[in-house]
């Protein structure tokens, strides 16, 4: 059984134009002790997939109109917020893409990640301080003993994002959920964030859902990767069948996007692009979300919307490409 198994999850937001369909009908699944890549470009609905599962939108705007999302087989869906306190943290770990915004300014980092091992666990303070202090040595920063009573303002951008690393671990959780944690760093702390996220995901077990749009990325760190476009999941497999055997136009187009050294030594050529935008999902039109965008577009790619079917073994895609269907 699936550590977790989002299936049919569609999560909308009421705005003055209409009902915007953020994520819809997103089917993902996450083993236990497995890095889950969700790759796809911003605005596509990778980050409300993820903060859904622990309701951590706003709700108003946003809702959850159906679907399930079973969590050690059970629904997280009807739980009220101060059910999911019980889960959040414990449980299921969030590492939030901008930690400056994230981080409370007023409170220093020893508190901030003292407060869910006292909110979870039975210790007191002066153990949960020491927990911490042990967290902080865990995600390498230097004398932890001092900067525990540091504010976030005192540390540097990677530095933050190692203390929000160790305030989604503190207790330890089965899953860490972690939000395009490497976006505002340069590229030499990008490799060292995720080099500790590896480590730390070896060391404690856990499973981890890594969203980016950075397929160097997916590249490096995923066992399968799901790629989502418009709020739907256009494809997912294993990361080594995705990038030998890409069959959907999108993700060829995601994968062609990328610099490749090695060749560009040899030969100097320009970054293909995807032409167009992502689409805006207010009243979005029938058929295939990303014909408009599409070099092999048909006619019955703006009539009928693709079903997610299985290519391969472990490899789905929604595209009519080959559809004897």
Do not use: W
């Amino acid at each position: 059984m699936a550590l977790l198994d989002i299936r049919g999850l569609k999560t909308h937001f009421i705005t003055d134009a209409g009902v915007l369909q953020a994520v819809d009908g997103v089917d993902i699944s996450i083993n236990r002790g497995e890095t889950l890549c969700v790759v796809g470009e911003s605005g596509c609905g990778k980050t409300v997939t993820a903060m859904s599962i622990l309701k951590l939108i706003a709700m108003p705007p946003g809702r959850i109109v159906a679907g399930e999302i079973v969590f050690e087989g059970r629904d997280l869906v009807p739980l009220t917020s101060n059910q999911l306190d019980d889960i959040r943290a414990k449980e299921i770990g969030f590492i939030f893409q901008e930690p400056m915004t994230s981080l409370n300014p007023v409170l220093t980092i020893g508190e901030q990640i003292a407060e869910s091992l006292r909110r979870h666990e039975a210790v007191t303070k002066k153990q949960a301080l020491e927990r911490t202090i042990e967290m902080l040595k865990l995600v390498q920063i230097p004398n932890a003993e001092g900067r525990v009573h540091h504010y976030p303002h005192q540390f540097s951008g990677g530095m933050r994002q190692r203390v929000m690393i160790a305030m989604a671990l503190a207790c330890r959780p089965k899953l860490v959920i972690a939000d395009e944690p490497t976006t505002a760093l340069d590229v030499t702390i990008q490799a060292q964030i995720l080099d500790l996220l590896q480590d730390m995901k070896e060391r404690f077990g856990m499973a981890v859902m890594l969203i980016t749009h950075a397929m160097g990325v997916v590249a490096e760190t995923a066992q399968r990767v799901v790629v989502m476009y418009a709020g739907k999941v256009v494809e997912e497999a294993p990361v080594d069948e995705l990038f030998g055997n890409p069959g959907h136009p999108y993700t060829q187009g995601l994968i062609r996007s990328i610099p490749r050294i090695d060749l560009d030594a040899q030969h100097k050529t320009r970054l293909e692009t995807i032409a167009g935008s992502v689409p805006i999902l207010i009243n979005p039109t029938p058929g295939c979300r990303f014909a408009p965008r599409c070099r092999h577009a048909m006619s019955i790619c703006a009539e009928k919307e693709p079903r997610l079917r299985e290519i391969a073994p472990g490899h789905r895609m929604a595209c009519h490409l080959g559809d004897a269907s």
